[in-house]
């Protein structure tokens, strides 16, 4: 397993997570070669899934697919 530097990773709320100013949402990372990380807000010291860049991009159309439908 590949270890990745992450001690300077700038995370970003997604988009999908709610809009209110709550702590509870998803992280992402961008810049990690090779990897989408994604972590809970909760968590910022916890468990870091690393997604492949194709997995990543068919999970974001499906939850767009998803949420466009009436």
């Not at 997604?14 to 809970?40: F, H, I, K, Q, T």
């Amino acid at each position: 397993m590949r270890k990745h530097d992450l001690s300077n990773a700038h995370w970003r709320k997604s988009s999908y997570s709610s809009g209110d100013s709550s702590n509870e949402c998803v992280e992402v990372a961008d810049g990690v070669p090779g990897v989408v990380p994604v972590r809970d807000s909760k968590l910022a010291a916890g468990p870091v899934l690393m997604i492949g860049p194709v997995a990543w991009t068919h999970f974001i159309d499906t939850v767009r697919t998803t949420n466009s439908q009436p």
